[in-house]
């Protein structure tokens, strides 16, 4: 069955025009700023301005980037860094969501643990680098381990927060309507979360990448932190670099598929 074409009033049409307008000119200057920093970052090292040897450049950059790819190496770092922060990242969330679920059922439970992850918060993970190695060796375990470290207890907290700060009057009107605790949860607790949701996912986005490259800095033999790494100790500045500009772009596309994930929940809740 073919969908009737909506009619908009002269006023609607007039503000998604508007709007329209608006996202192409943002974008514009998105573009536009970028191209400029690129443009002058390039001209100050051509000039002498700074010297590209410690400054690197957008050319020296592209450079080196298509000399790993010429090497067979570039998707392989990419790819190990990749799949250590979309793991990390996918069990963090996971086990953060179900943790702050069963916090939330049982208040005695909440109350006992929440000093120790207030705590565990606090501490610097860096710190517990030789332990995760002595524990889970000095391979893609022991970085994976860094990154679920790093984003879980964020998961928690912000999804904890968002199932207590739930409408106390909304719940007791459930429970007065006879719901049980699972049917509040289900029906009110998880919809009324999901902004909180997916704010945890874009703050836990930068958690992954920097738990990864944190583990691949304390041990690693491949992977995006460990180029960064070896060009530092090598003065292979433009790898640094390089590796640095790929990281970049990696955490903004995932950035990305977690708005667009955002859209289609909105999408789906409002209709």
């Given at each position: 069955m073919k969908k009737q074409p909506l009619n908009y009033s002269k006023e609607h049409k007039r503000f998604l025009k508007k709007r329209r307008n608006n996202l192409i000119l943002?974008?514009?200057?998105?573009?536009?700023?970028?191209?400029l920093l690129l443009g002058l970052w390039e001209l100050v090292t051509a000039v002498g301005w700074a010297d590209p040897f410690i400054m690197s450049s957008p050319s020296r950059i592209c450079?080196?980037?298509g000399n790993l790819y010429r090497e067979g190496t570039l998707f392989y770092h990419i790819g190990t860094t990749l799949w250590e922060t979309l793991?990390?990242?996918?069990?963090?969330?996971?086990?953060?969501?179900?943790i702050a679920l069963a916090l939330w059922w049982s208040e005695i439970l909440r109350k006992v643990l929440e000093p120790y992850i207030v705590v565990?918060?606090?501490?610097?993970?860096?710190?517990?680098?030789?332990?995760?190695?002595?524990?889970?060796?000095?391979?893609?375990?022991?970085?994976?381990?860094?990154?679920?470290?790093?984003?879980?207890?964020?998961?928690?907290?912000?999804?904890?927060?968002?199932?207590v700060a739930t409408d106390k009057n909304k719940i007791l009107l459930l429970k007065s309507m006879g719901a049980s605790k699972f049917q509040i949860l289900r029906k009110l607790v998880i919809p009324s979360s999901i902004n909180s949701f997916i704010s945890m996912l874009k703050v836990n986005v930068g958690m992954a990448w920097i738990g990864s490259i944190m583990g691949e800095y304390i041990v690693s033999k491949?992977?995006?932190?460990?180029?960064?790494?070896?060009?530092?100790?090598?003065?292979?500045?433009?790898?640094?670099?390089?590796?640095?500009?790929?990281?970049?772009?990696?955490?903004?596309?995932?950035?990305?598929?977690?708005?667009?994930?955002?859209?289609?929940?909105?999408?789906?809740?409002?209709?």
């Open positions: 943002v974008w514009a200057f998105r573009i536009g700023i970028l191209a450079k080196t980037i793991a990390g990242f996918a069990i963090a969330v996971v086990l953060g969501v179900g565990i918060n606090a501490l610097p993970k860096i710190a517990l680098g030789p332990l995760i190695i002595i524990w889970f060796g000095t391979g893609s375990k022991a970085i994976l381990v860094m990154t679920v470290l790093v984003g879980i207890i964020v998961a928690i907290m912000h999804m904890l927060a968002a199932f491949a992977g995006l932190g460990y180029l960064i790494v070896y060009g530092g100790q090598v003065f292979k500045l433009d790898l640094v670099m390089s590796a640095t500009v790929i990281l970049c772009v990696l955490a903004a596309g995932m950035y990305f598929l977690v708005v667009l994930l955002e859209k289609f929940l909105v999408k789906n809740t409002d209709s």
